[in-house]
């Protein structure tokens, strides 16, 4: 989502969920990873981006849920297609065609009972750059890198610099502009969960906490900019970038990722 929306939301307090609530997010958390593992499956050159929205919302369908973006803020699409230097955001198109050698990550929410699911995903169109490869890995990498700090006797800034530094070791940068963000019975709750930061900072991490961690990623500059369609950030360098996402609840047994299959 995109970052410094405090305003919005008053003061910054998390919204705990009970154990209850978290089984209806790991259910529809479930289901979004079972959707972004099906439309991984049929990335290949010359498929049009449209038709993973076509398939997304076929998959919503058969799966009971409703897709939790389409709507939201105004946003047209089930889900956000970018492709190489599109940061997040990016709109299917009809007439954009993946071709061998780019990245492309899909971010995908739904809605089950009340309760939302999100998670992103980036994979490669047949054979890609080494960059390219290495900017997947740091990236995936760097999501479970926080998500390991995303336990009690922690701060979220712990879960921002372990994904800030373990980014930059690869010489990559963090998108800043863009947060991971508390979930819930709403897509976007506090806290915000940025991607850079410094250790002890923020909010106390609790149990019944439940975040959407997601570092995106950039293999340049970390200044992005919106395209005039309004929607998709890219980088403004027009480096590549990644994107992966997890939602995870916080236990007391330490963090549990809800959307894994
Ligand atoms: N995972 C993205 C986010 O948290 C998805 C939002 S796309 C939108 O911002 F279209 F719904 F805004
Ligand atoms: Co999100």
Not at 83 to 90: A, F, Q, R, T
Request: glycine share 10%.
């Amino acid at each position: 989502m995109k970052g410094r929306l405090k305003g919005l939301w008053g003061e910054p307090r998390p919204i705990l969920k009970t154990k209850e609530e978290i089984e209806k997010l790991r259910r529809v958390n479930k289901i979004v990873m079972e959707i972004l593992l099906a439309l991984k499956e049929e990335v290949k050159p010359g498929k049009c981006t449209f038709e993973f929205e076509e398939l997304a919302l076929l998959l919503c369908e058969k799966k009971g849920v409703k897709p939790a973006f389409k709507g939201y803020r105004g946003y047209p699409y089930a889900l956000c297609v970018s492709v190489n230097e599109e940061v997040v955001h990016g709109m299917p198109r009809k007439d954009k065609y993946l071709k061998e050698g780019d990245i492309v990550s899909f971010d995908f929410g739904a809605i089950l009972d009340g309760y939302y699911g999100d998670a992103a995903l980036t994979v490669g169109v047949g054979e890609v750059s080494e960059l390219a490869k290495t900017l997947m890995k740091a990236t995936e990498e760097a999501l479970y890198k926080g998500i390991e700090k995303a336990r009690i006797g922690n701060k979220i800034g712990d879960i921002s610099y372990a994904i800030q530094r373990h980014v930059e070791s690869y010489g990559f940068s963090p998108v800043k502009d863009f947060v991971g963000h508390g979930i819930g019975r709403n897509l976007h709750e506090p806290p915000e969960v940025p991607n850079w930061g410094k250790p002890g900072r923020g909010l106390r991490i609790e149990v019944g906490m439940v975040l959407a961690i997601e570092p995106m990623v950039s293999a340049g500059s970390s200044e992005v900019e919106i395209l005039s369609d309004g929607w998709t950030a890219v980088t403004k360098d027009r480096s590549l970038s990644a994107h992966f996402e997890h939602t995870v609840a916080i236990t007391p047994r330490g963090p549990e990722i809800l959307s894994k299959v």
